[in-house]
């Protein structure tokens, strides 16, 4: 049942090749497209913690930069 | 309308969709495999080989789809002058370019069993290689030139121009003698794939949209946070 599974009737290297090539595919771009979000967002708090008062007063004021901690903060929940 | 369109208030919805279009993805990708490599019958002729079809079609059919949205975006973003369209196009090319990759390879492995070739210089295929040189052309633009509307531009007459190649690929099996077999699924007439066959196809195609959807939204936050950081280092 398993070698059946697994040979296909001789096809099975095409098969499983092009499936796993999609899969390998899938993840590859996922886990990349991850690191360079975390990489940005990592920068914008770091750029974040160098402001000084004035100046957090109004990037707080924007709700975009406001909900972009918010991530942050409940990713580390 | 076209000011709800805006990053600020899209953002708001963006930064919490990706864990459950992730969430989404994976139980219809299970049920896609599991009907793709087991339940699904295999072909008279072709025999299990043709469970490729699987995921070269779908990959082949999104790739297309992305392409001719990045081009409409862009001819919008070209007339109305609004960032955010370029925004979205620049989010959605890395799934579609992926997709394209993928049917590019998985064809070549089924074209193997089939036709006894990894490679044709066929219409279709080499229409299909053609896409993928306007991906990377539209890739790489992004990422040499630094001025952004100098970027939005060029990226806009790559996608303008290359659409022109979306209907040569959908024609090229009729207009052309092709090694590359016709249609199988059609909209507008009757479609020559048996259900059983269909369904995990359907189901496929689903899964693999929630991919490109998951990636585009990971990748608009991604371009959103960076113009932000552009931003900070403004105040």
């Known amino acids: ?77 | 309308m076209l000011k709800s369109f805006e990053p600020n208030k899209i953002f708001a919805i963006t930064s919490r969709a990706p864990k459950y279009v992730l969430f989404l993805f994976i139980i219809v990708l299970s049920i896609g495999l599991t009907e793709a490599l087991f339940l699904s019958p295999e072909d008279y002729k072709q025999s299990h080989s043709v469970r490729i079809m699987y995921v070269h079609v779908p990959s082949a059919w999104i790739s297309l789809g992305i392409f001719s949205l990045i081009a409409f975006l862009s001819l919008v973003s070209f007339i109305f002058k609004n960032k955010n369209f370029s925004l979205i196009s620049k989010s959605l090319a890395p799934s579609g370019f992926l997709f394209n990759i993928i049917a590019l390879v998985t064809g070549a492995i089924w074209g193997k069993p089939t036709w006894g070739t990894w490679w044709a210089w066929d219409a279709r295929i080499t229409s299909m290689l053609i896409l993928a040189l306007f991906y990377s052309m539209y890739l790489l633009s992004w990422k040499i030139f630094r001025n952004e509307k100098q970027a939005t531009k060029i990226t806009s007459i790559i996608a303008i121009l290359g659409v022109i190649n979306v209907p040569i690929i959908k024609f090229s099996v009729d207009w052309w003698s092709t090694l590359h077999q016709t249609s199988s699924v059609k909209i507008l007439s009757t479609t020559s794939i048996h259900i059983s066959m269909l369904i995990p196809l359907a189901i496929m195609t689903a899964a693999f949209t929630l991919f490109s959807i998951l990636i585009f939204l990971m990748k608009y936050n991604t371009e959103l946070i960076k113009i932000k950081n552009k931003g900070l280092d403004r105040l």
């Open chain 1, 1 to 77: 049942m398993i070698n059946e599974i697994i040979s296909m009737n001789g096809y099975g290297i095409y098969v499983w090749s092009a499936f796993s090539f999609t899969l390998m595919s899938f993840g590859s771009l996922f886990f990349v497209t991850k690191l360079q979000f975390l990489k940005e967002r990592r920068k914008f708090v770091q750029k974040f913690g160098l402001l000084n008062g004035e100046a957090i007063k109004v990037a707080k004021s924007q709700k975009v930069n406001q909900k972009i901690l918010e991530g942050v903060l409940s990713s580390k929940i």
